[in-house]
């Protein structure tokens, strides 16, 4: 199947504005569009190079998924976001390699989703969505554009117990192109400015590395995870 995107990396933190200060002082990104509501909200910032990173927020009952998720583990990389042409394929030719998706929802025709579960997925939630234009939305509003100095996300470094399994997920299901570099399997969407890497180690727990970012400048990033983020950012050459 052609045409599937990889959109944005996302983050949960218990609120969005705890991101501001790194996102946009430091690495220069720009707000880029978000939407309260529940059980969680969201907000986008966009880098050099088009790539993006949303933070979702809960929202509304406390025994919501995301005030567990965060309770269990506290603010990390919680999603990958992949736009697809056809819900229907990805759902079926899901099937046909052993996932099975949950929390499917269509009650919306212009934005129709499904999830793999992090069991299955290698450590990490998967959100699948088919979307399509709202009638009378208007995109030619002007918003904020990176600073001129703002980094470029390269994507999300994971982790995989099987080069076989990551090849099925990133490559066969979602459409990614592969290949070895170095010691890291690397999957790569046309349309998309992301990529995801993957290490291989049998023994390592699966799931999020760290997020990979390329900048002229001395980003200055601390060496494990940056706290209030709970999520590592290191600066990679370009």
Known sequence: MTGIKLDH????????????????DVLGGAPAGGHPGVPY?????????????????PMGP????????????GPRVHHLTFKVPSLDAIIARGASLGYTVVGMDRSDPHWQEAFLH?????????????????????????VPKPRDDAARLRGLRLSSRSADAARRQWGEL?????????????FRW??????????????????????ELIAARDLRLPDGNYPELGT????VPA
Do not use: N
């Not at 990396?9 to 946009?24: C, S, T, V, Y």
């Not at 979602?174 to 690397?186: E, K, Q």
């Open 62 to 73: 406390p025994d919501g998924f995301l005030h567990r998720f965060l309770a269990r583990g």
């Open 9 to 24: 990396i996302a983050i949960g933190l218990p609120r969005a504005e705890i991101a501001k200060p790194f996102l946009e």
């Open 190 to 211: 046309p349309d998309s400015p992301l990529v995801i890497l993957v290490d291989i180690d049998p023994i390592r727990e699966e799931g999020p590395v760290q997020i």
């Open 174 to 186: 979602l459409g990614g192109a592969g290949w070895i570099s170095g010691s890291a399997l690397i």
């Open 118 to 142: 992090p069991k299955q997925a290698q450590g990490i939630v998967v959100q699948i969505v088919e979307s399509r234009p709202r009638p009378g939305s208007d995109d030619d509003w002007p």
């Open 232 to 235: 590592r950012f290191v600066q």
């Open 41 to 57: 909200g969201f907000t986008q910032w966009e880098f050099a190079g088009g790539g993006k990173i949303e933070v979702i927020y």
